[in-house]
């Protein structure tokens, strides 16, 4: 079975801070996807990143990172400088082709970011 | 372009009473599937097509029905409303399979029984 496990519920950290979310996964398969959404207080769904299995390559996109380790399951993501904008609900999530690409997330961190 | 249309946004139901999610995209996509949204559960697979006449359960199927029959719309009823299923539903779409997870998501509706 395949499993997200978001340990955070909620964060809150000061304006300019660096804050990290965790996301550790479990699957069998050896081709798997991994994503970051997020959902700002208006409630839509934004698609941030996606990784495959093959690519541990971190990513950095503006203030956004993007730490992927398969040795511990990890793919933590990394906001540096953070700004009130930050404040969403972030969610992790999983895919892999042998599931028939079913997309499974986890329960999501709430980033909570104060002036 | 409208992406992905759901309606209703809001629905109150009675306990008992059947009704249908609306959904629609206008972007060709071969994958879709509805999602439940509760506090603290994350979002939850109800339902997923791969293509048109092809559906499959998620991980919360149960007292949900779906179904394809064009490649734009997939609806998702529910058959007796329960209390259980007060929740914010999305829906969800993607170019192909092999591509699933870049999740093109609707608004959501937000469904409470009563």
């Known amino acids: 079975a395949q499993k997200v496990t978001q340990a955070q519920t909620e964060i809150s950290v000061v304006e300019k801070e660096d804050v990290t979310l965790d996301c550790v996964y479990e699957t069998r398969d050896t081709t798997y996807y991994l994503f970051w959404y997020k959902q700002p207080p208006s409630g839509e769904l934004v698609f941030l990143i996606r990784?495959?299995?093959?690519?541990?390559q971190n990513e950095i996109s503006g203030r956004y990172s993007w730490n992927f380790q398969k040795s511990t399951s990890s793919f933590n993501f990394t906001i540096t400088a953070s700004q009130v904008v930050d404040s969403a609900v972030y969610f992790c999530?999983?895919?892999?082709?042998?599931?028939?690409?079913?997309?499974?997330f986890g329960q999501g961190t709430e980033l909570s970011v104060k002036p | 372009n409208a992406g992905v249309t759901q309606t209703p946004k809001f629905q109150v139901l009675k306990t008992g009473q059947s009704m249908t999610l609306q959904c629609a995209q206008d972007?060709?996509?071969?994958?879709m599937s509805w999602y439940r949204q509760d506090p603290g559960m994350g979002l939850r697979l109800i339902h997923y097509?791969?293509?048109?006449?092809?559906?499959d359960q998620g991980e919360v199927p149960n007292g949900y029905n779906v179904s394809r029959s064009t490649t734009e719309d997939f609806p998702l009823r529910l058959l007796s409303a329960a209390p259980s299923q007060t929740s914010v539903y999305f829906c969800a779409s993607s170019y192909s399979v092999r591509r699933t997870g870049e999740l093109f998501f609707g608004e959501g509706s937000r469904l409470t029984v009563l």
């Open positions: 999530a999983l895919s892999s082709r042998n599931q028939g690409g079913k997309l499974i």
């Open positions: 097509s791969v293509g048109a006449g092809i559906t």
């Open positions: 972007m060709n996509h071969e994958y």
């Open positions: 990784r495959n299995s093959f690519d541990e």
